[in-house]
């Protein structure tokens, strides 16, 4: 007779941390494009541009919405930074 053992899974994803770390690290990475190229104020703009610097299509439309309101915040940001 073979005794098996039994371990719990663990609640939730193993990888969720990482996946979460590198979606933040794409987000700031697109801003800082939309942001450079001063694309962000136009969702037409935002999206050919982020193409043109070679993301793709799904991660593009995944990601916009987040890219353009990080990149305005850090625009505001600086701007209210400034004397």
Do not use: C
């Given at each position: 007779?073979?005794?098996?053992?039994?371990?719990?899974?663990p609640d939730?994803?193993?990888?969720?941390?990482?996946?979460?770390?590198?979606?933040?690290?794409?987000?700031?990475?697109?801003?800082?494009?939309?942001?450079?190229?001063?694309?962000?104020?136009?969702?037409?703009?935002?999206?050919?541009?982020?193409?043109?610097?070679?993301?793709?299509?799904?991660?593009?439309?995944?990601?916009?919405?987040?890219?353009?309101?990080?990149?305005?915040?850090?625009?505001?940001?600086?701007e209210m930074?400034?004397?």
């Amino acid at each position: 007779m073979i005794l098996a053992t039994i371990h719990p899974l663990p609640d939730g994803s193993l990888s969720l941390d990482a996946v979460r770390a590198q979606r933040i690290h794409k987000i700031a990475e697109m801003a800082s494009r939309l942001v450079e190229t001063g694309s962000f104020v136009d969702h037409g703009d935002s999206i050919m541009t982020l193409l043109a610097f070679g993301y793709g299509a799904f991660e593009v439309h995944a990601l916009l919405a987040d890219a353009r309101q990080v990149a305005a915040e850090h625009v505001v940001a600086m701007e209210m930074s400034e004397p």
